[in-house]
Structures are given as C-alpha cells and as structure tokens.
C-alpha cells in the first residue's frame, strides 16, 4: 500500500482510474466475494483522532457538484454530489459501488455503518443516491480514490420520482415511476417472500406513494405489510407508525394492535420478575430477554460530585432492587476482540432505525467530542448519526457483562467471556470504590441491588473498576476514561498515605495472591481465608468454622460483634451504612459455613440467621434469591 503523497491533499487527483478500469476491478472483487466462504461484515470502528461531524444540513441546500471537482482528502463542506450506482456492490467493512455522475464521470462509494434493513446497506445497481458533504480519499494505492461515508446519515436514497434527479440521470428511471400501485405491491410481496425485507420495504412505500388517490382498506393493507417487514427488521419506531395507519373497522384489526404493541414493547415503552425462569431462559444463543425495565424507585439528577447521578425516590432496603434495566444495545457477541465493534455496529443501527431510542443515548456523556446540536434530528427524512460522537459515547457509557453472574460466580466455574452493552439509564449512575449497590447481569438484563439501606434522596453509586488497584492507578483510568477524580471515602483515606506505604501495599497484595494460589494463609492474626474455613470444616470443628466465618468479614469492611455467647445476627452487618464494605462472594461462603457448623452443633436458629445473612448477600451478587447449595 503506497503512502499518500501529502502535497496532494486538497488537490484534485493527477490521474483517476477510467470507468473500464473501475469496472474491471470491481469485477474481479465481486468474483472473490462470491468464492468466499466468509459472511460476518467486519466492523470499521471510528479513530476519534480523525473525527469529522456529520452533514446537518438538507440536500436541497447544498450546491450540487461533479465528481470531477472532489478534492483528495478533503470534505466537501456545503456541497453535494447526486449519482447512480452502475454495480452491485461488493461488502466488506463497506459497502463499495462504482457511481456515475450526469457528467459521465465515474468514482467509487463506500459506505461505512449502515443499518441492514436499509437498501444503502448494499445498494441495488441503478438506484440514486444523494452524498451530503462528501469526504473524499486515498484508498492506499496509486490513483485509487473513493468518495468515503462514514455516518449513514451523509447518504440519501433519492426516490425515483424526485425532482432534484438529474435529467441525464433519469435513463430508465421514468420505467420506474410508471410502475402502478399493483406493481409495486406484488414486487415488494416477492421481496417479502425470499426473505429480502429492505427491498419489500422500499417497494410497499413506493406502492404507498401510488395509492394516494386509492381507498383506505388498500393503503392499510400494505401499510400491514410494511409494519411487519420494519418489525422483523427492528426498525420499531416506523413498525409502530404503520401498524396504526393499517387498522381498519374489519375482524382482522387486531393483528394491528398487536403489530403496535409489539413495537412499543421493543422501544420499551411500558412499566415482579421471575428472576429464575429468566436464567433458565438464557443461553448461548439467546441472550435478549422479554422483559421490561424498573427505575420507579429512583430519579436522574445534578450530583454535587459531578454531572448527573441516579438518587433514591423512597427508602431502599438492603438487598432489595433498585432498577432492573433491559439493555438498549447489546449484541450476542462475547469473542473479546469482537465485542466492542458489535456493540458500535449496532449502536449505529439503531439510532438510525430508530430516531425516538436517540434522545436517551445522545444525552449521555460523551467526553470532549463536538457535538452540533442537530444530532438525532430528521434532516432529509432520516436522523442525523454521527458515529464519532457514538463512539465516544460507547467508550464512556457501555458495561461488560457475563451470560449470567450467577454462573460466574460459581466455584470451580472459570470466569466467562463478557459481551459489551449499553444500559443508558445504569450509565447515569457514579462511581464509588466502595458502592451501595451492586450490579449482576443475567442475559441482556441489568440488575441493581442495595448492598445497604438507602435512604430517600441519597445517591446510588455503582463500582466502574476494581478497587485492589493501586490509587493513582484508578485515579488516572476515572480522568482519562470518564473525567473526574474519585473523592469516594477509600480514595481519601488512600490519599492521606504516604507513597510509601501505598507501594507497599501494591507489593503486599500482589504476595497475597500469589500465595492465595498456592496454600492457605499462615500466621495472619485476626485474617481468616474462605479456604480455611472449609479446611477446618471438613475436620468437624465446628467452633473454629464459627469464629473464622465470623473473622471473615472484618477483611473487606464489615463489623460483626463477635463477644458473648451468641455474638450477633450477622444480618446486622448489611445496617452499617456508615462504613465501607465491600460485598463478595468470600462473605456468602462464609455464612454458609457458618450456618453449616450452627446447624452441627444444635443451634439451629443461628444457623438460620446466618444462612439468611449469605441469601442476602448471593442476591446482592446474582440479582436474585439463589440456594446457598451452589457454592458447594
């Protein structure tokens, strides 16, 4: 690949490729996508350093150019190029076609990011497109040159009966716009037939377009079909829109209503969980839940630490849920080199599919990109995307997340792969090293559950990364990946230490661990390790499984009383809202062996508090009541 020539920047090209020459080589790439046995697209993930925004303005007031007049490396500010595609396109990261001008000239299109149930996916030969704002690039290679289209929102569809078609671009295309009402229908419903749902869906509006001085019961019938294709097809906002136009006074509106609110269910527009059917339901192969998200409890508001935070409406328990959020986007992808280029990909889509899921993700904080203020608008029939602002919004908003913590957090189970997905209303919440509440993920649901009572009005605030981390550490990740410094009480406790003492303790837990992997803990007063608690357990002595469970918690935060006879119910541990503790799965196996060895001994009604402290604590962990037995 040849380095550009960067006098040429700004320049029109010395030479371009003739219109055989493009021909040929587009020839030959489509023969080798047809050998190929690869059909995942790959994704083109946005580099914020070479941000562009995307075209706000209509194609109606931009000045029309030739594509003679593009200039290499250059965006096109205020002006546009309309063009028919003369190929099939070949798909990779793009879909590229050879273009024609109504000079004759001929160049490339690729288009980046576009949604799958739009023909700009894989533009269909003889269809007209309309590029606002072009960027116009070196492709690598000598005199290889393309017209680049990053947001999908740049291109425009034309429709074959539009005026600002060219004259010398309109061969073949008034065939076209004599196509009757019936034509169109039977073309779409054949698209329909083989699966080929962008193609129905242009041919029904088109047939839409022919019926204006047709009856209702005929505009309501495609309108019906219409609604199906975009539901099939996720594009929820116009599948709604339809269902409701299709209704008419006969026995089959039904289906109508059904059409709406199965689109409305989708754009999760609605308001008691069977957390264990729903863990029963994930697999592999199906991570996306029929479940809808809670947030009464709590309200998005100014924190007094930074931007917005998500606070209390009522009094929150212990243990109880906070929100229980379905994602907006999560793709079924947990190869970790894939996941966040699936979740991008998608993000794109959907806003495009969907402008009204727009508001809720560009409101979200999105670090220092530009923003136009025009983002989400309909511009030309379609919403403005700028894909290096959704970028940026990903990179500070989204969660990793396992097929199920539950199974994660298993004994003996190694740690899955973790998918990326945005959960917009969780993303509201801020970071503390050490949170009151607690996030788990089963399939596409996000659950939160108080680790302690919260009260009306106080913030919820959520771990972004693991706290063993060295503070200076985690201090730079918050400023470099989110913009601010903690000021949570670890981090001002950690701060008032000398460097000393924080470098000794970052060697001090890096010997933990590794030791931790070898054998029990030896000669550590005070420090009881979940290992020795079963050691000691399989030797029957119940009192040391006692006072070591009962020692156990000390380690991340929590105070249990441990003098009398009885000491006290370990439930109390969750009431300290005033102290900094950290919930972990060690706490729950703990109270489990500590139920076990009460039990033993015939002291079944501490058994029973102490089995009900670890059910608290496994629901804080899975999101919901599991049996203490799976840690066996």
Known sequence: MAALDQTLKGQRPPRRRTKGELLRIHASHLRRQCLSQVHDRPVKQPVLGDAYPASTQSIKNLEIMPLAKLRIETRHTGRGIIVKAITAPYTGAAAVSVVEDERGDVDKVAIYNHSHACLLCRIPEGCILAVK????KCNGEKHDYMICIDHPSDVVLLKPRGPIIPAALRVGVDKVRLKSLEEWRSTGDQAFLVHDLPTAIFCYTEALEAASSEGDPIKAGICGKRAGSNLTLGRYDTAGDDALASRTRGPSKWKSYATAGRAAYELRDYGCYNFLKMFETISPQQVHLDHASYVARTYVAESPLHGRGVFASQLIKAEELIPCEKAASMPNQYDPPKA???LF???????YDNPSLGKSVLELHGGDCPRSGKEGEIIDCIPVVDVYLIESIRLRNCFSSPLSTREDTRPGNEPGNMAKGLWTYASYMNHACVANAMRSFIGDMLILRATRDIAK???????????????????????????FECRCTLCEGQARSNPESLDKRTQLLKQIEKIAHKRPPSGAKGVASDAAIRTIGRRNHHSKVIIFAMQLPRNFGFFLETDGPNGCDP????????????????????????AGAYRAMGQP??????????????????????ELRLLS
């Open 345 to 351: 990909a998608t993000m794109v889509r959907q806003l």
């Open 605 to 626: 009604e501490l058994a029973m508090q102490c089995e009900a402290a670890g059910k608290m604590g496994y629901t804080m962990i899975t999101g919901f009541e599991n």
């Open 340 to 342: 966040s280029a699936a």
């Open 457 to 483: 009005d106080d913030e919820i605030f959520q771990q972004y990364v693991p706290v063993k981390a060295h503070l200076a550490l985690r201090q730079t990740q918050f400023r470099q990946g989110w913009g």
């Open 571 to 594: 439930r109390d541990m969750f009431k300290q809202n005033d102290a900094g503790f950290l919930m972990t799965i060690h706490i729950v196996s703990a109270m489990k062996h500590a």
């Open 133 to 136: 704002e072009p960027y116009y």
